[in-house]
């Protein structure tokens, strides 16, 4: 599949220097492209659909990428090229780069189309720290949920430490951004979704009546849902603590609720 190319020696390559202005995610927002690093990171996101523009892989990397390319269809539209080592350090954000990197094109989703009996989304409204993203969309997949929607100033999902700490969810979870917490309720509602979240003031989690499809909305990690969206939500509910923690960070309590969802559905779906 690698056709013979000429190596990459110079650290000025033009195509180098755009290669590392993704690193930038405004810069690569505006391409409409995601930058990955690592072969792992690289399968999920082949595996997932994403369309490869550019593969940039390390010279003595060059045997071991080309018997791990045959697990894929041939790409016609892709440029591959082959780098010297200090190359790819230079294009790297990694201690101990693995000598593959992809520059793939950003999927566009513009609305929820699921159509399943069951259906669990989550979203996330100011979720600012890119880990406990990342965190939320390994909850999100491994529960099932089909889609995960962003609202506000919410982590950049396709953001290097988004990506290593999904473990890959990212590529494989259904992900858009909105911009209005009201629209997305309204869009939902219309589509027959139940929408839910945490909130002090909720009824106990073991108290929670689940409609077949649930939306699951997750705040900002210091301040919590807005007024706005948890005021829009169907039912609000509560996480019982009786141990001296006052609170629980937002990725453990979205792993919590996705967990029971994922069961009372079960549940159901046995019982029709």
Request: net charge neutral; hydrophobic share 40%; with cysteine.
């Amino acid at each position: 599949m690698i056709n013979s190319e000429q190596l990459i020696s110079g650290k000025d390559n033009p195509k180098i220097k755009y290669i590392r202005s993704l690193h930038n995610r405004k810069t690569a927002i505006k391409e409409g492209v995601i930058f990955v690093e690592g072969m792992r990171l690289c399968e999920d996101a082949l595996n997932s659909g994403f369309s490869p523009i550019i593969i940039v892989y390390q010279e003595s990397k060059r045997s071991l990428v080309a018997d791990w390319l045959k697990r894929f269809p041939v790409f016609t539209n892709t440029q591959f090229l082959c780098v010297s080592t200090p190359v790819f350090e230079k294009i790297s954000s990694t201690v101990s780069p693995q000598g593959v990197a992809a520059v793939v094109t950003e999927p566009k989703y513009l609305t929820t189309t699921d159509d399943a009996h069951f259906q669990r989304i989550m979203v996330c409204e100011n979720v600012s720290d890119p880990g406990n993203l990342g965190n939320i969309m390994r909850s999100a997949e491994a529960f099932d949920f089909s889609e995960l929607i962003l609202v506000g100033q919410c982590a950049d999902p396709y953001n290097e430490k988004v990506l290593r700490s999904s473990m890959g969810a990212c590529f494989r979870l259904r992900v858009r951004q909105e911009v209005s917490c009201e629209e997305v309720c309204l869009q939902l509602r219309n589509s027959g979704v139940q929408l839910v979240a945490t909130h002090l003031s909720g009824r106990p989690l073991s108290e929670a009546v689940f409609e077949r499809k649930v939306a699951v909305f997750m705040g900002n990690e210091a301040h919590g849902l807005s007024q706005k969206c948890s005021d829009n939500c169907d039912m609000l509910l509560k996480i019982p603590m009786p141990g001296r923690a006052e609170s629980l960070n937002v990725a453990s309590a979205a792993a919590i609720l996705s967990y029971v969802l994922m069961q009372e559905h079960t549940h159901m779906s046995q019982g029709d």
